[in-house]
């Protein structure tokens, strides 16, 4: 005889209910930043809108600042630039026109040479005179040569000559005149530089 099978209990025994029971479910957790991960949050929340207002308003007064500085330079810039083109726009013609004055003056030696007296003699020292004057009214100014010491800045050495009178480095005489223009060089005085007495050069020379 066959031998029947009984049936096996599947219900869950009274453990494992009491374990499924037990058993909670855990709800997933939300991840937040940290202030440390996140710090424009940090900011946000710690900047205080009066504060952010200052700080904008510091900001600009400092532009402004700057650039208000800046357009005051250039206006300066401006107007020394302006000045000094009317102070030398008459530069070029009066470079131009001194060696006619040379000229015009040793004519005139010649003439006086010839007759001191004569209406032609004081007819040009007339206009010499007038000349002089034109040229004081544009800002030339003679430059002092004979006597003084020689400056390469405003003489030009033609050649050296001994002397017993004038100190050697200065200026024993003028080949041609020399100017300036509102404390700008125009031209330079062509000059003989004196190298002293003679016995002194010969002296230096042993």
Same mark, same amino acid.
């Given at each position: 005889?066959? +031998?029947?099978?009984?049936?096996?209990?599947?219900? *869950?025994? &009274?453990?494992?209910?009491? $374990?499924?029971?037990? @058993? =909670? #479910?855990?709800?997933?957790? +939300?991840?937040?930043?940290?202030?440390?991960?996140? *710090?424009? &949050?940090?900011?946000?929340? $710690?900047?205080?809108? @009066? =504060? #952010?207002?200052?700080?904008?308003?510091?900001?600009?007064?400092?532009?402004?600042?700057?650039?208000?500085?800046?357009?005051?330079?250039?206006?300066?810039?401006?107007?020394?630039?302006?000045?000094?083109?009317?102070?030398?726009?008459?530069?070029?013609?009066?470079?131009?026109?001194?060696?006619?004055?040379?000229?015009?003056?040793?004519?005139?030696?010649?003439?006086?040479?010839?007759?001191?007296?004569?209406?032609?003699?004081?007819?040009?020292?007339?206009?010499?005179?007038?000349?002089?004057?034109?040229?004081?009214?544009?800002?030339?100014?003679?430059?002092?040569?004979?006597?003084?010491?020689?400056?390469?800045?405003?003489?030009?050495?033609?050649?050296?000559?001994?002397?017993?009178?004038?100190?050697?480095?200065?200026?024993?005489?003028?080949?041609?005149?020399?100017?300036?223009?509102?404390?700008?060089?125009?031209?330079?005085?062509?000059?003989?530089?004196?190298?002293?007495?003679?016995?002194?050069?010969?002296?230096?020379?042993?």
């Amino acid at each position: 005889m066959s +031998k029947k099978k009984t049936p096996q209990n599947t219900e *869950p025994t &009274s453990d494992n209910a009491n $374990d499924e029971s037990e @058993i =909670e #479910e855990v709800e997933p957790t +939300k991840v937040t930043d940290s202030p440390e991960d996140n *710090p424009d &949050s940090t900011d946000q929340k $710690d900047l205080d809108p @009066i =504060e #952010e207002a200052q700080k904008d308003a510091a900001h600009w007064k400092d532009l402004a600042a700057r650039n208000q500085a800046e357009l005051d330079n250039y206006r300066k810039r401006m107007a020394r630039e302006k000045s000094d083109a009317i102070k030398f726009a008459n530069a070029s013609l009066l470079s131009e026109l001194l060696p006619v004055i040379d000229s015009f003056q040793m004519g005139l030696s010649a003439a006086i040479n010839e007759d001191p007296d004569s209406i032609i003699s004081k007819g040009m020292e007339m206009v010499q005179k007038q000349l002089e004057e034109f040229l004081t009214s544009q800002g030339a100014v003679l430059i002092s040569s004979v006597g003084q010491e020689f400056d390469p800045n405003l003489h030009e050495a033609i050649s050296q000559e001994s002397s017993d009178e004038i100190p050697s480095g200065h200026v024993i005489s003028e080949i041609r005149k020399g100017f300036t223009l509102n404390d700008r060089l125009l031209r330079a005085a062509n000059v003989i530089v004196s190298k002293g007495p003679q016995a002194e050069e010969t002296q230096n020379e042993s």
